[in-house]
T-cell receptor, first 114, second 113 residues
Framework: GAGVSQSPRYKVAKRGQDVALRCDPI?????LFWYQQALGQGPEFLTY????????KSGLPSDRFFAERPEGSVSTLKIQRTQQEDSAVYLC????????????FGEGSRLTVL | QKEVEQDPGPLSVPEGAIVSLNCTYS??????FMWYRQYSRKGPELLMY????GNKEDGRFTAQVDKSSKYISLFIRDSQPSDSATYLC?????????????FGTGTQLKVEL
C-alpha cells in the first residue's frame, strides 16, 4: 500500500489478556518505530528497528511488552497480561533512514483494556 | 518536568486569524525540530522540519526556532477550518535512521467559520 498500515484499528481486551498489534510499513523503509500515545498526550517512543534488528527498546514500559520484525518488513508489538494503564493508541512509523529520517505514521491501533 | 512543554489548549480562533503555537524544551542536545499535525483518530503527519535557529516558511506556515531560549513556534496565517487539528511539536538530538523523537503534549486548534 501507499502508507503505513496498522491492524487492528481498534482492540478491546480484558485485563490479563495478551494482544498483538501489527504494522506493515511503507515498502523499502528500513527504519520502523513504535510509539504509544495516551489520551490527550503526545506520542512516546517505545522501540526502534533497523531492518530486522531491534536497535533501541529503551521506551518499552515493562517486560510485558515485546516487539519483533523478523524479516525486516512487517512488525508486531505484543503486550502480555494487559493492564488498564496499557490503554492507549499504539502508533507505528517508518522511514527510509539515512539523513532525512522523515517519519511516516500509520493511523494507529487503539487499545482499550477493561 | 517534561523535556518538552506545550500548552494543550484548546485554542479556538476565527477563520482568517493568525495562529501562534509554541513549545519550550529543556534538553540542549535537541538539534532538530519538527511540527506534526494530527487529525482526530489519525496518525501524525509532518508539517515542518527545521535544524538551525531562525525562520522557515512553507506556504501559510512559518516555523521559528530560538535555540538560545529553547523555544520554538509555528505560525499559521489565514487559518482555515481545515487547519482544525492537534499540532504536536517534536524534537531530536540527531537525524538519520535512529532519530528518536520527543513530542510535546500537542495543542488542539479549532478554526471556526
Amino acid at each position: 500500500g501507499a502508507g503505513v498500515s496498522q491492524s487492528p484499528r481498534y482492540k478491546v481486551a480484558k485485563r490479563g489478556q495478551d494482544v498483538a498489534l501489527r504494522c506493515d510499513p511503507i515498502s523499502g523503509h528500513v527504519s520502523l518505530f513504535w510509539y504509544q500515545q495516551a489520551l490527550g498526550q503526545g506520542p512516546e517512543f517505545l522501540t526502534y528497528f533497523q531492518n530486522e534488528a531491534q536497535l533501541d527498546k529503551s521506551g518499552l514500559p515493562s517486560d510485558r511488552f515485546f516487539a519483533e520484525r523478523p524479516e525486516g518488513s512487517v512488525s508486531t508489538l505484543k503486550i502480555q497480561r494487559t493492564q488498564q494503564e496499557d490503554s492507549a493508541v499504539y502508533l507505528c512509523a517508518s522511514s527510509l533512514g539515512g539523513r532525512t529520517g522523515e517519519l511516516f505514521f500509520g493511523e494507529g491501533s487503539r487499545l482499550t483494556v477493561l | 518536568q517534561k523535556e518538552v512543554e506545550q500548552d494543550p489548549g484548546p485554542l479556538s480562533v476565527p477563520e482568517g486569524a493568525i495562529v501562534s503555537l509554541n513549545c519550550t524544551y529543556s534538553n540542549s542536545a535537541f538539534q532538530y525540530f519538527m511540527w506534526y499535525r494530527q487529525y482526530s483518530r489519525k496518525g501524525p503527519e509532518l508539517l515542518m522540519y527545521t535544524y538551525s535557529s531562525g525562520n522557515k516558511e512553507d506556504g501559510r506556515f512559518t516555523a521559528q526556532v530560538d535555540k538560545s531560549s529553547k523555544y520554538i513556534s509555528l505560525f499559521i496565517r489565514d487559518s482555515q477550518p481545515s487547519d482544525s487539528a492537534t499540532y504536536l511539536c517534536a524534537m531530536s538530538p540527531s537525524t538519520g535512521g535512529g532519530n528518536k523523537l520527543t513530542f510535546g503534549t500537542g495543542t488542539q486548534l479549532k478554526v471556526e467559520l
